[in-house]
């Protein structure tokens, strides 16, 4: 049993390896890729094809494809087809798996370590722990089916199994148990695979399972939306009615489908796969063109509950508006405003974090940097609808200034939250506090910022060249305070205070990351005093 367990932990992990390592590497491609078969039902579940047969998982297609969904990036019918496209993937990864490759595992795990160790770009590194993943998941069957070998012949697991056979809804319930404890259907598939090429279990009780994984494999998707915007929780809600009614068409039809398969003479492990192909195969068969009616039903039972469900749910950008740019530009520095007030919060926030190191703090200002991103996204867009349309250049100029703005913002929740609130956490972790001193410079430079963000807001807003000057020279000054803060911390370091040499390293970047946000701020003046003409072309002094 040590043995088999270790067998299957050693699957999971390869699994795991091979979905990681092609997300890394190709995640921006594979978006690109689903974007690109969108135009109709049959492309769309050739992409969820290819994008599973890179993944190895349809689990993970399923995950990518809710993110998408709730970014308002994919819609729910070609989503759906999407899925389905999924599901015959996983299959086709399966059947690959139940050839005799075992040979093959050595050499995959070799290659791999060797491109590691070998290379210094990151994509190569990301495909040598796909190969070192695809070769341990060849080792761990290998090893399954030679852990099986005693389970067989002592008798007792294949003793319950027969017992369990003649109840196959409990057998489908443990297939779905296993799928959702794996949060990898094709890994249990292969489980499975595995323990009937031992004849461990019987086919019809491996068919039985192999429904269940199927429903099984559709709960990590499902669960993993609770929570989220209607529209995220609609896809694999979808996906789960696709396989709740097939596997409630074939499990009827197993005592005449068992049989039938038997009849070709093929091994055991490739009638488990076979059969698992097969249904998959059927569901897209049968619902492809139904996939709009399906997605009505979960518009039906997952209807839209307004804004105030979601606060990263845009609330000013109007689809009405698009055919008018001054109104949905308008509308657009409304919900860029509103992206602000996330912002401005987070900066807020982030001393109180600061000083007190709480990290239940730190993880809700890291919650208001995905509604960040999340209204950046839209903002962007619902910004490239607007451009298609004609208009003045002023309108266009507008567009440009607006994005970028928003940019801006989203580099400044991203340092809160990856950089600052990590220094939040370590402060936690290890109980340190600020000297008085120090924590009087962060402070002081903290207050500069938020009345810089205040103004940057104005300027963005009424786009005032006097305004915008004010913000620039605040820059300046904010520049020289920053300095003589790191000046006063290596004086007191100098001193031997312990305060400040216990906290050195976080004080030094916690001024570093007050720069760098305060730069983020005050390029909002740049675009307005260029066009005023109040900018020099280089800072540098002429050459002598």
């Given at each position: 049993?040590l043995?088999?367990l270790?067998?299957v932990a050693?699957?999971?992990w390869?699994?795991t390896m091979v979905?990681?390592?092609i997300?890394?590497?190709?995640?921006?491609a594979?978006?690109?890729w689903?974007g690109?078969?969108?135009?109709n039902p049959?492309t769309?579940?050739?992409?969820?094809?290819g994008?599973t047969?890179?993944?190895?998982?349809?689990?993970?297609?399923?995950?990518l494809?809710?993110?998408?969904a709730?970014r308002g990036i994919?819609?729910?019918?070609?989503?759906?087809a999407?899925?389905?496209g999924a599901?015959?993937?996983?299959?086709?990864?399966?059947?690959?798996?139940?050839?005799?490759?075992?040979?093959?595992?050595?050499?995959?795990?070799l290659a791999?370590?060797?491109?590691?160790r070998?290379?210094?770009?990151?994509e190569?590194?990301?495909?040598?722990?796909v190969?070192?993943?695809?070769?341990?998941?060849?080792?761990?069957?290998?090893q399954?089916?030679?852990a099986?070998q005693?389970?067989?012949e002592s008798?007792v697991l294949p003793?319950?199994?027969t017992a369990l056979?003649?109840d196959?809804l409990?057998?489908?319930?443990i297939?779905?148990l296993?799928?959702?404890?794996a949060h990898s259907?094709?890994a249990?598939v292969?489980?499975?695979m595995?323990?009937?090429?031992?004849?461990?279990?019987?086919?019809?009780?491996?068919?039985?399972?192999?429904l269940?994984?199927?429903?099984?494999?559709?709960?990590?998707?499902l669960v993993?939306?609770?929570?989220?915007p209607?529209?995220?929780r609609?896809?694999?809600?979808?996906?789960?009615?696709?396989?709740?009614?097939?596997a409630s068409?074939a499990?009827?039809?197993?005592?005449t489908?068992v049989?039938l398969?038997?009849?070709?003479g093929a091994?055991?492990a490739r009638q488990?796969v076979?059969f698992?192909?097969?249904f998959?195969?059927?569901l897209a068969?049968v619902?492809l063109f139904?996939?709009?009616?399906?997605a009505?039903?979960t518009e039906?039972?997952?209807?839209e509950?307004?804004?105030?469900?979601?606060p990263?749910?845009p609330?000013?950008l109007?689809p009405?508006?698009?055919?008018?740019?001054?109104?949905?530009?308008?509308l657009?520095e409304?919900?860029?405003l509103?992206m602000?007030?996330?912002?401005e919060?987070?900066l807020?926030?982030?001393m109180e974090?600061?000083?007190s190191?709480?990290?239940?703090?730190?993880?809700?200002?890291g919650?208001d940097?995905d509604?960040?991103?999340?209204?950046?996204e839209?903002?962007k867009?619902?910004?490239?609808?607007?451009s298609?349309?004609?208009?003045?250049?002023?309108?266009?100029?507008?567009?440009i200034d607006i994005?970028?703005?928003?940019t801006?913002?989203e580099?400044?929740?991203d340092?809160i939250?990856?950089?600052?609130?990590?220094l939040?956490?370590k402060m936690?972790?290890?109980r340190l506090?600020?000297?008085?001193a120090?924590?009087?410079?962060?402070?002081?430079l903290?207050?500069r910022?938020?009345?810089?963000?205040?103004?940057?807001?104005?300027?963005?807003?009424?786009?005032e060249?006097?305004m915008?000057?004010?913000l620039?020279?605040e820059k300046?000054r904010?520049?020289d305070?920053e300095?003589?803060?790191?000046?006063?911390?290596l004086?007191?370091?100098k001193?031997g205070?312990?305060?400040?040499i216990?906290?050195?390293?976080?004080?030094?970047d916690?001024l570093?990351?007050?720069?760098?946000?305060?730069?983020?701020i005050?390029a909002v003046a740049y675009?307005?005093l260029?066009?005023a003409?109040?900018?020099r072309?280089?800072?540098l002094?002429?050459?002598s």
């Open positions: 049993m043995n088999l270790g067998g050693l699957l999971l390869g699994t979905q990681g390592g997300s890394r590497a190709y995640s921006a594979l978006r690109r689903i690109a078969g969108m135009g049959v769309s579940l050739l992409a969820g094809v994008v047969l890179l993944l190895q998982s349809s689990t993970a297609t399923a995950l494809m809710t993110t998408l709730g994919v819609a729910t019918a070609p989503g759906l999407v899925l389905l599901d015959i993937g996983t299959t086709l990864v399966a059947q690959v798996f139940s050839l005799d490759l075992s040979w093959l595992a050595p050499l995959l795990v791999g370590v060797a491109l590691y070998n290379s210094q770009a990151a190569r590194q990301e495909l040598a722990r190969g070192i993943g695809l070769g341990l998941m060849l080792l761990a069957l290998h399954i089916v030679a099986s005693p389970l067989r008798g003793g319950l199994l056979g003649g196959r409990i057998l489908v319930l297939g779905a296993l799928a959702w404890l259907s094709i249990t292969l489980l499975v595995s323990l009937g090429s031992a004849e461990v279990i019987s086919l019809h009780a491996a068919f039985a399972l192999v269940g994984i199927n429903v099984g494999g559709v709960l990590p998707p993993s939306t609770f929570g989220k209607a529209v995220a609609r896809l694999p809600l979808g996906n789960l009615f696709f396989k709740l009614a097939g068409v499990l009827p039809l197993l005592a489908l049989p398969f038997g009849a070709f091994p055991l488990i076979n698992h192909t097969l998959n195969a059927s068969l619902f139904l996939t709009p009616w399906v009505r039903l039906r039972i997952l209807p509950r307004g804004n105030g469900e979601d990263a749910q609330q000013h109007d009405g508006a698009l055919k008018t740019p001054s109104v949905a530009i308008a657009a409304r919900e860029t509103r602000g007030d996330f912002v919060s987070m807020r926030r982030t974090a600061l000083r190191g709480n990290l239940a703090l730190a993880q809700a200002i919650r940097d509604v960040a991103d999340r209204l950046n839209a903002i867009l619902y910004l490239t609808r607007v298609r349309e004609p208009m003045s250049e002023k309108d266009s100029r507008r567009i994005i970028t703005f928003a801006n913002l580099h400044i929740g340092i939250d990856k950089n600052l609130m990590e939040v956490a936690g972790r290890n506090q600020f000297s008085e120090g924590l009087n410079d962060i402070v002081g903290h207050e910022l938020l009345e810089s963000f205040a103004l940057a807001l104005n300027v963005f807003m009424k786009g060249v006097e915008a000057r004010r620039l020279a300046t904010f520049r305070l300095r003589q803060a790191v000046e006063n911390h004086l007191r370091l001193s205070k312990l305060e400040s216990d906290t050195t390293s976080i004080h030094i916690v570093r990351d007050w720069k760098r946000i305060n730069s983020h005050t675009p307005i260029d066009r003409g109040e900018l072309e280089s800072r002094m002429p050459a």
